[in-house]
């Protein structure tokens, strides 16, 4: 029984851990839309990244797989000069592929830029 139990807990555990941390480089990278219009930019290579998405029996959150593959790209595209990455691929089995694009300070065709305000906060719309 006690064996049953602490394994329980130890799956419970590792379904709330995120093994991919961002790396200070990977967090200036911005992830554009798939459908975002990224012709401005340089493209810099593709990114083709994976990680567990089931542990033994227990299949991971889907959520949490796909932040992990998004966060593994970005952290990779800082080494392609890439400030920007685009998913190519949905997530399968744990497995995704991104595009890397240099956009530098241009702002995306598809994407308005943000309007001034007096808090100086930036705001773009979610979906247009």
Known sequence: MFLRISTLLAVTLLSACTWVKMTPQGGGVRVALAREDLSAC???????????????????????VRDELETL??????????????????????EQRFVAYACGRAVPASRPAARERSDSAETYPIDQ
């Open 42 to 64: 340089q493209r810099r290579g593709e990114i083709a990244v994976a990680v567990e998405d089931s542990v033994a029996f227990y299949k991971r959150s889907r959520v949490k």
């Open 73 to 94: 790209a970005r952290n990779e595209a800082f080494s392609l000069n890439a400030d920007t990455i685009q998913p190519k691929t949905e997530p399968l089995d744990g």
